[in-house]
């Protein structure tokens, strides 16, 4: 008798434990994610698990969408197939969520509400979004003669290429709401001399005392200002006594090769404007060809801020850089058609990542040949043929024969 009890204890230790009868478990969302761009509505949508042992159907998700205390969304939707055990399957079906208002954070929980599930610990999955309208990018292209007439006039064939950001105070942050669309922010450069910018703000139709934009720059993107630099603020005016530009560590003065132009020939106010790309203060220090900046812009009628980017930034925190929103500078990739040259067949701009070509020297006896960063110091040596310049950071680079009084004759792009 002991003996069997005793084999009776060893098998009930090695016995493989029942899965769960009904167990459907949340698995992801997949929707909406932890940054929301732009302004058109979200539809949600889940991954779901099936950790059970039947076949299950229409079961029902079920979302919540909350800000700052208030439920905002709460709605279900069903598997649109039965869920066997051991597979997953992506729910969606719910209604958009159209959020209002916009650039705030919404916290969100998706929930499995089998009504006879057995293990309700793995329903549930919680997760924030943050909705931006957009962010400030600008796109270079390589091959077109492209620059803004700074006449305070948005044409459609200066600004074609560039997506505006709705920059509109929806929230009423400043006190006074500011419907979507109201305020368009144009961020763009040319690659050679200058940054462009242009406000079209739809809502206004007449002068203020003081129409103003602030352009705030941390050109490093490391959340801090540099005193001695070109990081600070541009604050342009455009009223009844002209339209002007001044850098914050210049007072009183216009800002050095600076432009601002306003105009109501659309009918509305739009204001134009270029800064200087260089290494003075009052220029931007940014290189037009692959860089990243922290911005923050706003436009004052009178002493309303009709609309500002990012709109997470609040009013208290307007001069931490820490809190900018990111202004991408980055380019098209195309690239200029070659031309012979006495030394190199190349392009005015080469764009490459990781491996640098050259082609074979025309002389017998070919000359040395070196890669210059963009202060002129020596920062690789260059053959013919394939060049690994992979642990080099992105940027711009120049192209130079050693021999005397030789000059850069092709400019390169490193990118990731």
């Known amino acids: 008798m002991k003996h069997v009890v005793s084999v009776l204890v060893v098998l009930s230790l090695n016995a493989v434990p029942a899965l769960a009868g009904h167990d459907v478990k949340m698995w992801r969302i997949a929707s909406p994610i932890e940054t929301t761009r732009g302004r058109w509505p979200t539809p949600p949508w889940a991954w779901i698990s099936n950790t059970g042992t039947y076949t299950e159907n229409n079961i029902p998700v079920r979302c919540w969408i909350d800000s700052v205390g208030v439920r905002v969304y709460d709605t279900v939707a069903f598997t649109w197939a039965p869920l066997h055990p051991g597979n997953d399957m992506m729910v969606g079906g719910f209604p958009d969520w159209e959020f209002a208002p916009a650039n705030l954070l919404y916290h969100v929980t998706m929930f499995t509400d089998l009504e006879d599930d057995s293990n309700r610990t793995n329903d549930t999955m919680w997760s924030t979004t943050h909705v931006k309208l957009a962010d400030v990018r600008s796109e270079l292209?390589?091959?077109?003669?492209?620059?803004?007439?700074?006449?305070?006039?948005?044409?459609?064939?200066?600004?074609?290429?560039?997506?505006?950001?709705?920059?509109?105070?929806?929230?009423?942050?400043?006190?006074?709401?500011?419907?979507?669309?109201?305020?368009?922010?144009?961020?763009?450069?040319?690659?050679?001399?200058?940054?462009?910018?242009?406000?079209?703000?739809?809502?206004?139709?007449?002068?203020?005392?003081?129409?103003?934009?602030?352009?705030?720059?941390?050109?490093?993107?490391?959340?801090?200002?540099?005193?001695?630099?070109?990081?600070?603020?541009?604050?342009?005016?455009?009223?009844?006594?002209?339209?002007?530009?001044?850098?914050?560590?210049?007072?009183?003065?216009?800002?050095?090769?600076?432009?601002?132009?306003?105009?109501?020939?659309?009918?509305?106010?739009?204001?134009?404007?270029?800064?200087?790309?260089?290494?003075?203060?009052?220029?931007?220090?940014?290189?037009?060809?692959?860089?990243?900046?922290?911005?923050?812009?706003?436009?004052?009628?009178?002493?309303?801020?009709?609309?500002?980017?990012?709109?997470?930034?609040?009013l208290a925190d307007w001069n931490d850089p820490a809190l900018f929103g990111p202004a991408y500078w980055f380019y098209m990739g195309t690239q200029e058609p070659h031309r012979e040259s006495n030394t190199l067949r190349h392009a005015d701009a080469t764009l490459c990542r990781g491996v640098l070509f050259l082609p074979e020297a025309s002389s017998r006896k070919p000359q040395a040949t070196s890669l210059l960063d963009i202060s002129g110091r020596k920062v690789l040596g260059l053959k013919p043929g394939a060049n690994d310049v992979s642990r080099l950071s992105p940027g711009v680079y120049f192209i130079r024969e050693a021999q005397p009084q030789a000059q850069a004759v092709r400019k390169v792009v490193l990118t990731r």
């Not at 109201?182 to 961020?187: D, K, L, Q, V």
């Not at 001695?228 to 090769?257: A, K």
């Open 141 to 314: 292209y390589w091959d077109r003669d492209w620059g803004v007439t700074v006449d305070g006039y948005i044409e459609q064939d200066e600004w074609e290429y560039w997506q505006g950001a709705d920059i509109s105070d929806t929230a009423g942050q400043a006190g006074t709401p500011s419907p979507l669309g109201s305020c368009i922010f144009y961020h763009a450069d040319d690659t050679r001399d200058y940054a462009y910018f242009a406000f079209d703000i739809i809502a206004v139709k007449d002068r203020a005392s003081c129409d103003s934009i602030v352009i705030k720059t941390d050109e490093d993107h490391d959340g801090l200002w540099e005193p001695d630099s070109s990081e600070g603020t541009h604050s342009g005016y455009s009223d009844w006594s002209g339209d002007s530009i001044v850098f914050n560590w210049l007072p009183g003065m216009p800002c050095p090769g600076t432009s601002l132009a306003s105009s109501f020939m659309s009918g509305n106010l739009q204001i134009e404007g270029a800064i200087p790309i260089g290494p003075r203060r009052g220029d931007l220090t940014v290189i037009p060809s692959h860089d990243t900046t922290g911005m923050a812009v706003s436009y004052w009628h009178g002493d309303t801020c009709l609309g500002w980017w990012p709109q997470t930034l609040q």
